[in-house]
């Protein structure tokens, strides 16, 4: 019998269940009715941050940010492009750190751009400064597999 995930929905944040023989890129919110991947990486505040990271059975991909933020903007398309890569294997988030310092403060960040992942919960790696699409991908996909 095939594993149900738990899958977060990036629009209204309902905990959808989804079987393991399903597709997760067809897979609809019971809540919204919208697809739950679209391979684009998802704006998240506090609340939306904490549900994805602690809520949800695919390991989440975080890119921390700020709009005045030089190297931020330069890695944007790139972390975009990684979306639609990485996507359904993980979610990919980006959080400003601007809107939510305490958040911020909070995650330990020094420095922007920073990437986080999370699996089971916890965060399991974490890198500063800006990368290109393939240098994410590989990041992340390397791990989660340590």
């Given at each position: 019998m095939p594993v149900t995930r738990q899958i977060v929905c990036p629009h209204c944040a309902g905990v959808n269940r989804v079987p393991g023989g399903k597709p997760a890129t067809a897979a609809l919110c019971g809540k919204c009715g919208t697809r739950l991947f679209a391979g684009k990486p998802v704006a998240a505040d506090a609340a939306m941050f904490a549900?994805?990271?602690?809520?949800?059975d695919v390991p989440v991909l975080v890119d921390v940010w700020a709009p005045w933020c030089?190297?931020?903007r330069m890695m944007a398309p790139a972390f975009e492009a990684a979306a639609a890569t990485l996507e359904p294997d993980f979610r990919l988030l980006k959080f400003d750190s601007e809107t939510d310092p305490q958040l911020a403060?909070?995650?330990g960040i020094r420095s922007i751009p920073t990437l986080l992942l999370y699996a089971?919960?916890?965060?399991?790696?974490?890198?500063?400064?800006?990368?290109?699409?393939?240098?994410?991908v590989a990041?992340?996909?390397?791990?989660?597999?340590?």
């Amino acid at each position: 019998m095939p594993v149900t995930r738990q899958i977060v929905c990036p629009h209204c944040a309902g905990v959808n269940r989804v079987p393991g023989g399903k597709p997760a890129t067809a897979a609809l919110c019971g809540k919204c009715g919208t697809r739950l991947f679209a391979g684009k990486p998802v704006a998240a505040d506090a609340a939306m941050f904490a549900k994805q990271t602690q809520r949800s059975d695919v390991p989440v991909l975080v890119d921390v940010w700020a709009p005045w933020c030089g190297p931020c903007r330069m890695m944007a398309p790139a972390f975009e492009a990684a979306a639609a890569t990485l996507e359904p294997d993980f979610r990919l988030l980006k959080f400003d750190s601007e809107t939510d310092p305490q958040l911020a403060a909070r995650l330990g960040i020094r420095s922007i751009p920073t990437l986080l992942l999370y699996a089971g919960g916890r965060e399991i790696a974490r890198a500063s400064g800006a990368m290109g699409k393939e240098q994410i991908v590989a990041w992340a996909r390397d791990r989660l597999a340590g």
